[in-house]
């Protein structure tokens, strides 16, 4: 399988996707607290892109919980932000979460003519490889959120994670790099997330336990997909 990567959401051209299976990370921490939702038991997460946009997704579906992020901290009206702590079972059990965060949710957004997608993080790279791999496509993307249209480190060890993951890749030197940032961390992952300039924001706004439960690779036990009929839901998977 050909596998390029993608260094940041804004540089995802939607036409560039159609097709293809698509892995969107966002290691801290929107795809990571995607899968705490889902393992937790919520039924769906739906991704949008703005808050306004969210409030109204919510009203059209009573018992959704509302969540995610500006600047890190709770929107004031949300039910929960975007820490994976908040999205426990007595939370999202049953529920659908409509989930807006500033970066996670635009690569999404970004790969709206995927064939399929799959959000992943350090916490199911594993997953997210062997998904991968059912895709049976000759070739697929992975796109890195990013911060602010900024690379991110956290992502590109996510991304590294999941390559090095699939036998026989054929890696651009994109992903080469993330496979070469991640095999040099991977035994330090939690002190390679707080010294990235996203944990260390994360740190001073009282989330440090946050950065400890997206460092837990392969921890994961579900992996947040879209497929092509329905673009608006992700929904769990698991390895079969
Ligand atoms: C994002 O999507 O920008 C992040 O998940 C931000 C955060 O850490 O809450």
């Avoid at 921490?29 to 808050?51: I, S, Y």
């Avoid at 409030?55 to 059209?60: E, P």
């Avoid at 036990?221 to 698991?238: I, M």
């Amino acid at each position: 399988m050909r596998l390029k990567g993608v260094a940041i959401a804004q540089s995802l051209f939607p036409s560039a996707a159609r097709g293809l299976p698509v892995v969107a990370i966002d290691t801290l921490r929107a795809a990571t607290t995607a899968a705490a939702a889902l393992a937790a038991g919520a039924l769906a997460v739906r991704p949008v892109a703005g808050v306004d946009e969210a409030f109204a997704l919510r009203d059209r579906l009573p018992g959704a919980v509302l969540g995610g992020e500006r600047g890190m901290r709770p929107v004031p009206g949300f039910d929960a932000g975007n820490s994976p702590r908040e999205y426990g079972r007595r939370l999202v059990r049953g529920r659908e979460v409509v989930l807006t965060t500033t970066n996670g949710t635009l690569a999404l957004a970004r790969a709206r003519s995927a064939k399929s997608v799959a959000f992943a993080a350090l916490t199911t790279a594993p997953l997210a490889a062997q998904w991968l791999l059912d895709q049976d496509a000759q070739e697929a993307l992975i796109v890195m959120s990013g911060t602010d249209g900024q690379f991110s480190y956290e992502d590109a060890l996510t991304a590294g994670a999941i390559a090095a993951l699939v036998p026989d890749a054929d890696l651009d030197d994109l992903l080469l790099t993330a496979c070469a940032a991640f095999q040099a961390r991977r035994r330090g992952l939690e002190g390679a997330l707080r010294m990235t300039p996203h944990g260390v924001r994360l740190i001073e706004a009282g989330f440090e336990a946050d950065i400890a439960i997206a460092a837990r690779l392969g921890r994961g036990r579900v992996l947040p997909v879209r497929d092509g009929r329905d673009k608006t839901r992700l929904t769990p998977w698991r390895r079969s």
